[in-house]
């Protein structure tokens, strides 16, 4: 390949990834706020308090498809009892499994009115969202819709990792709201999408064959998972170049460092880092 060719070939593989490194820094960071602060009738009960479906309010208490970072928690305080966060996962078989926790907060101390508190919490597309409250506490709003339905399950607050049968009740939504960012321990840089190099055996959606070495945009984990891009090896990146399936230049050498999309050196980097020497 001619220098000419090279430095063309380095313009598309970088623009390409420029445009996925922008997307995924888009959806990095987006904010949305599930459940919601409705209050009025109390706890009759210590125990575990989730909306499984609603039919009274266009608020949902799901988490979105993806992975998220739930940031912060809302209750509307009657300024009595007590709450913490729980988050719960559909186990199977009726089961749920609780994901997240935050502290119990002592709402009489903090007066009547909505509260808002500080967490971080991962939490994945399907997650429900709920509380603990202590007897007394404002647990929802009582709707006498049979369609807003909520498990419950009493006791202690329990702990990250318990899996539980609950009751399930209705006509009442919950009192919790929680705003989430997208993300999960993620970066802008990251992306579910990824440069790869296409081994002999490749091959284009038609059954013709890749040539051996072609720069190819995948989803993550593709080259496992389908059978067309077996054995296809994620893309270098070259200082200066960016991510490309060309043999490193002369007086490159391989840092052993794996870095993002955005050249960010990452624990969950896809790419070996080339230097010059």
Known sequence: M????????????VAVVAAATAAAATAFGQTVTIGQPVGGATCALAGVFFQTSVASTSASFVVPAGQWTLTSWST?????????????????????????????????????GVKTFSTSISVQGGDLLGFWGQFGTNCGFSTGNAGDEFGLLGGSHPSTGTVFTPS????????????????????????S??????????????GSAIPAGTFLNLDIGQASSDARF?????????????????????????????VNSGGVVSVDGLYEYWSKS
């Open 76 to 112: 509307d305080s009657n300024g009595a009892g007590s709450m913490g966060l729980v988050v719960v996962r559909a186990n199977g078989g009726g089961t749920y499994k609780v994901v997240g926790t935050s502290p119990v907060e002592d709402l009489s101390a903090l007066g009547a």
């Open 2 to 13: 001619d220098a000419m060719s090279r430095a063309r070939r380095y313009v598309i593989v």
């Open 193 to 206: 999408r990824g440069g790869y190099c296409s081994v002999a055996g490749d091959t284009w959606a038609d």
């Open 230 to 258: 077996k054995g296809a090896t994620p893309a270098a990146y070259f200082q200066g170049a960016g991510i490309t399936c060309d043999n490193p230049p002369t007086g490159y050498m391989d840092t052993g460092t794996k």
């Open 168 to 191: 399930v009740l209705s006509t009442a939504t919950m009192d919790i709201s929680a705003t989430l960012t997208r993300g999960s321990g993620s970066s802008p840089g990251n992306s």
